[in-house]
């Protein structure tokens, strides 16, 4: 294909306004798909996005389009997701682009996501054409909304606007047109050195790492000799070609081109995205500047079920293949054995990484509570980096501890500021700025991280009756005053629920805790006392009832004789049951996350 007729571009949108369905409309209207491929949401394949309706990782896909001038077009189209979890996705994918369409639900209008996207689309430079989706809804209000993009940015006139139904295809052929007349053909030189961006990957057992690749500069020959800049790493195409959606080979990559290299590479840490990829023969002599790779933000232990852990680590091993964001670590703990302390992008990551291990390889797991990392300044001037509150130090060793703080901006509703602001404050937020965004409210609001990691954004959605949306970016680490709760069963402390919190809500979080424990621990046979401690004071106590009645205290109506066989029966129970620890269930962690 001519250069100047290919267009690299995404489609970036707040979550829901319908990213998918216009990419599944495009592929239908340039014929990409055959009628009898086509199922709903094409590229949301993973059993996880069908199941929550959302995309997780950025798909590509090539598109030919014969457009109204009478010439053949390449539209290379990557979807991205839109979960607040995943915004590295969405920055991963536009570095492969020259522009991208910025969607809109015309029911629900600009989002926070949607300002999000568009700031980073900004910081890039790209070309963007405003699009208003969901036009056939009766509940549409297409005037507001194009009065609010216009407001977001003053190009967006309602003349630059596209008005679209994705699900119908009204207007679409117009969004096809825009693509070529309003975002600019790829630069680059096809004679210069071969320089590519990859801009993200995939693992194959049998052809190992998989790379999705941008052409910036030269061309890309199958089973030519690369080197990737940054890892120093040399290997041969095994394989080279585009996505159709699924992996079509060529011969050929040109400049501009999107497209896929099979390099036999087996280890994925070897091809970062964000690597240059160039020729042996001929390198060029200047790398593309580096991308920031995903950082673990939420980390937590996964141990079997079923006490099967080489069945886990197979599974979280090819995890962690097919999602580089995705880290982790063998522990050891004293009540769960074996198993991973893992890092997240968020809380929401998690839940999709436990999913996948129960759909792809029929492995439940385990979960202990969420927590971030820690920045520990002991006294005797050291410093330590705690990922698990197992590690924790004494108190009587800490001098101060650091922990990560976001920058929230919420957008909202006016009607629901108090009750957002109410929320935030709960959750240790302070409002450093409140302005408008059209008709919407924006307040932003600096949290801890681990205020905000966990459940905020569902309270969020539902004390704003799901209007207010969430945007973050992160800010360096501040120190807070952190306690470690431990627990005991039977005064032997259990390591695996430990976890950390703010010291002002120790009082009321042991309280809560022992109350959720005394309903969740496995009854045995004999009374369990469990006790929540912080810096060596037990601050709050539960005894969890027996299975049974106890002799000593229910056992009056039976003969000495009989009662004495009791208690000796009992005492028999009770240090076998005192070998055999009690065995946790996950509803025991979910008591602490429920805090
Ligand atoms: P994404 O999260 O941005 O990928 O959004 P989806 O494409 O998954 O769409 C979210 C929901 O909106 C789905 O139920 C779609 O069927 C629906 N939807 C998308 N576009 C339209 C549209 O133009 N009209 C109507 N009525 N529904 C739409
Ligand atoms: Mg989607």
Redesign the pocket.
Known sequence: MKQANIRNFAII?H????????ADQIMALTQTVSEREQHA?LL?DMAVEQAH???VKARTVRNFYHAEDGQEYEYNLIDTP?HVDFSYEVAKSLAATEGALL?VDATQGVQAQTIANYRIAKERHLPLIPVL?????AAADIDAALAQLHDLDAAFTPEATLL?????GQGVPAVLEAIKDRLPAPSGATQAPLKALVFDSLYDPYQGVIAYVRLMDGQLKDQENLRLMQAGQSFKAKAIGTFTPNMHPQSRLTTGDVGYVVTGIKDPKQVRVGETLTAQAQPTPTPLAGYQPARPMVFAGLYPQSNDYPALKEAIQKLGLNDPSFSYTEERSEALGVGFRCGFLGAFHLQIIRERLHDEYGVDVLTTAPNVTYHVQLKNGQRMVVNNPVQFPAFSLIESVAEPFVQAAITMPSESLNAVLKLTEQHKGTLTDLGNQGDLVVATVKMPLSEVAYHFFSELKSVSHGFASLSTTFLDDEISDLVKIEVDMNYAPVDALAFVVHREDAPMMTQKLVGQLKVTVPRQLYPTPVQARVEGKVLARVDVPPLRKNAAVNGEAHSVSKKAALLRRQSANKRRATQNAVKLPQSVFNAILEL
């Open positions: 949108a979550i829901d306004h319908g990213k998918s369905t216009l949401q949301d309706g959302v995309t839109g969607l989706n969901k036009v056939d809804m679209i139904s994705a699900k119908t």
